[in-house]
């Protein structure tokens, strides 16, 4: 039975030799995110195709070396990046270390994953906002469980939905650390604790991002504003 590596190995060599693309890595890196089954016919197909075989190779790799988790997080990360963002639509290098960045949070692992890049290069000084955060975020906040923040953001989604109806799915789950200390989107909070289980929170003024230390790595959140 032939295996993701092979098959992708197969269709790459076909590419390479028979149809003589000779940028295919590039190729591959923008078609990273398009569906096989909604691509057309002929070369087009065979690229796309190779891509996801790629990146099921990549998800492979990291679950094989114990990374699901912090690939899982920041893939999240990734798919949330807004359109017109393109140099943050994949995992880039800043200040040394690999990160991923959707404009309201950051991962950095201490050891870097098999991702996209992104089809552009990325310009952001990610590596200035993780060293003011070390510096100023001193205030130590209560790490929540991931059971925890599961059940409350499911039960806080369905009393949204008896509220809002139609446009519940509009409305940010807030997590609040308590009194004079700042709300986040719960979602994006679970996110890095699915990558970074345990990490150390800690938080500046009610405005500037929470800083997250992990043995694994490291991750900004930025604050939202609460509802009252």
Known sequence: MLNTSTIYQVVYDYLASNEGI???DALLEKWEATDPAKAMSGTPAL???CAALRDDMRTEANKASGKANIEKAMRAIIKNVPEHQRQLQGAFTSDGKQCVCDGFRAICPNTPLDLPAPPV???MDIGRWFADARHN???PLETPSQGELKSYIK??????KAKYGKSASRQCVLWDFGEGRPAVNAVYLLDILTAFPDAAITCGTMTA???FSHADGEAILLPVRRND
């Open 121 to 123: 290069p990325c310009t």
């Open 155 to 160: 039960i806080t989604k369905a009393e949204n």
């Open 209 to 211: 991002p929470l800083y």
């Open 47 to 49: 690229i796309t195709l």
């Open 22 to 24: 000779e940028n295919i």
């Open 137 to 139: 975020a001193a205030t």
